[in-house]
């Protein structure tokens, strides 16, 4: 079974912190990609990646950026947290081909608090 | 760039009834249309997909529709259970381009009743 695994389940920030929120997959895919849920927005597109070092802009970049050193790992950064960035952060990876319609699989969700 | 409606955005029906969600997408070159459900406290997992070049597919009690035309997607789920209660999420997007990564519906909120 595919694992995608997120650092934490929930975090508290203060304004202003720098945050790293971390994700790993364990199943080689080559594609990566970070929404935040909230509530009556569904899921929205923050960033993703289809290779390693290769990174491209979601839908809601502003405010945040991300690292691919590694197929593993994908890292979203909040370079100055606000209030505003309060949400339900979601990793997923799938992998590309049509036998699979590159299928996401999720990890278990941050919680962020930014106070 | 692709932007999906979904409607409604809660749903409530009695035990063995039928349910029907609704998206619409707007961008005609989208061809690939999955639903996701997420239970409670759980993450999204997917359910059922299309491609546009099939209109109807199946999967037990769950089926997807494809109106390309009107650019609107539907998932109907016959004989609901409890267990069927979860926020289902519609997405699209284009699978031949360079930027594949899915676009969102809303969320509905399916309860039901037994």
């Known amino acids: 079974d595919v694992k995608v695994t997120q650092s934490s389940r929930y975090l508290v920030k203060r304004t202003g912190e720098k945050v790293f929120l971390e994700c790993v997959q364990d199943m080689d895919h080559e594609n990566m990609f970070w929404y935040r849920q909230d509530p009556g927005l569904g899921l929205r597109l923050i960033y993703f990646?289809?290779?390693?070092?290769?990174?491209e802009k979601g839908d809601i970049p502003e405010g945040y950026s991300v690292s691919r050193e590694k197929k593993e790992r994908f890292s979203l950064i909040l370079e100055s947290a606000s209030t505003n960035q309060t949400s339900m952060y979601l990793c997923?990876?799938?992998?590309?081909?049509?036998?699979?319609?590159?299928?996401?699989?999720f990890g278990s969700g941050t919680q962020l608090s930014v106070l | 760039g692709e932007n999906v409606e979904q409607h409604p955005s809660t749903l409530s029906v009695q035990e063995g009834d039928s349910a029907v969600i609704k998206c619409t997408y707007s961008d005609s070159a989208s061809n690939y249309f999955p639903w996701y459900k997420q239970e409670l406290g759980k993450r999204p997992q997917l359910i059922i997909d299309i491609r546009s070049n099939v209109g109807e597919k199946k999967d037990q009690r769950i089926a997807v529709t494809l109106n390309k035309t009107a650019k609107h997607f539907s998932l109907h789920i016959t004989e609901t259970q409890p267990e069927d209660s979860a926020v289902y999420f519609c997405?699209?997007?284009?699978?031949?381009?360079?930027?594949?990564?899915?676009?969102f519906g809303s969320g509905t909120r399916l309860q039901v009743q037994p």
């Open positions: 997923a990876s799938s992998s590309t081909g049509a036998a699979t319609n590159e299928k996401l699989f």
């Open positions: 997405a699209a997007s284009n699978m031949d381009t360079g930027r594949r990564a899915l676009t």
């Open positions: 990646s289809y290779d390693v070092k290769m990174k």
